[in-house]
């Protein structure tokens, strides 16, 4: 309680700010805009955006003041890193959040894997949530290390950390409205959550069908009349850019600034050489570079 009020007070312009970022410029997603501002923040938190002073006060000297980058589909696994490596990696080029479907780990240790995930990632500075694998193993003929059945899938999406299924990489099954899928995907539907995509090359009854089972992304686009097809149907298009696929030029022409909130970047896979050169920062890099509204980017 003393600590928001403490917050409120900074805010007021009552008590000093632990640290201004003084003469930035502020990047506002929420009004369009890019102005000069001094950001204010007291324990952790972004106290206020105005006029402000501080025990510590920092002269950015006219740099940008952006809101952290968002990861919105990858896997850990790739990056052969810890959760806190990973963001040792990541943080300093700007990525605040991650979303991240450790199926890898889990077709070896099944839910203990997740819960080691889940374990490693806390208390770290990089905020790291997760989707349950959908397709562990990933097909009958597979011989895996684990298992993640739908009771599974239900008890770990109790976790406040666990937002929604994992990408459903199955997609024949599921299109075919195989029982084993379906039983995995129905209390998900019933629990009102999201389920994310897997859809390659699919198009026209096949793509309704799929979408029909509660889909709501897709991160395997990679032309652009699927990226239109996909969006009339409401998908969200996860526009990948990562070390073994990279989508971005051939789906920019797509994206809009009114469709701008159906899409979002995500690396999906990104290896370790490439991670040593960035991570969300380069992909927004590339877009400006392509013409794309830095304010959309």
Do not use: W
Not at 3 to 10: D, K, M, P
Not at 49 to 54: F, H, I, L, P
Not at 212 to 225: K, P, Q, R, V, W
């Amino acid at each position: 309680m003393n600590s928001l009020r403490e917050r409120i007070a900074v805010a007021r312009g009552d008590k000093k700010a632990d640290i201004v970022l003084k003469n930035g410029q502020v990047v506002n997603v929420f009004s369009g805009e890019i102005y000069p501002a001094n950001v204010a923040i007291y324990k952790q938190h972004i106290a206020a955006v105005g006029d402000y002073e501080g025990e510590e006060e920092i002269d950015l000297n006219g740099r940008y003041i952006v809101p952290g980058f968002i990861d919105s589909h990858c896997h850990i696994e790739s990056t052969f890193l810890t959760p806190a490596e990973l963001a040792r990696a990541v943080v300093p080029h700007g990525t605040s959040l991650i979303v991240s479907d450790p199926h890898e780990i889990a077709n070896v240790l099944g839910v203990a894997g997740i819960n080691y995930l889940l374990e490693a990632s806390q208390n770290i500075p990089l905020d790291i949530f997760f989707t349950v694998p959908s397709c562990v193993p990933s097909s009958d003929m597979e011989t895996s290390g684990g298992r993640v059945s739908e009771s599974d899938i239900v008890s770990l999406l109790k976790n406040e950390r666990v937002l929604k299924l994992g990408e459903l990489t199955n997609f024949p099954n599921v299109i075919s409205g195989k029982k084993e899928v379906l039983e995995k995907i129905e209390p998900v539907c019933d629990l009102g959550l999201g389920i994310e995509g897997h859809a390659p090359g699919l198009t026209g009854k096949q793509l309704n069908a799929y979408i029909s089972a509660g889909i709501t992304s897709d991160h395997e686009t990679t032309t652009l009349d699927e990226a239109n097809e996909k969006l009339k149907l409401g998908l969200q298009i996860f526009v990948r850019e990562g070390s073994s696929a990279k989508n971005l030029e051939a789906l920019l022409p797509a994206i809009k600034p009114a469709n701008s909130r159906f899409f979002c970047f995500c690396t999906d896979d990104m290896y370790p050489a490439d991670l040593a050169n960035g991570h969300m920062d380069n992909i927004l890099k590339k877009a400006v570079g392509l013409k794309l509204d830095p304010l959309i980017a």
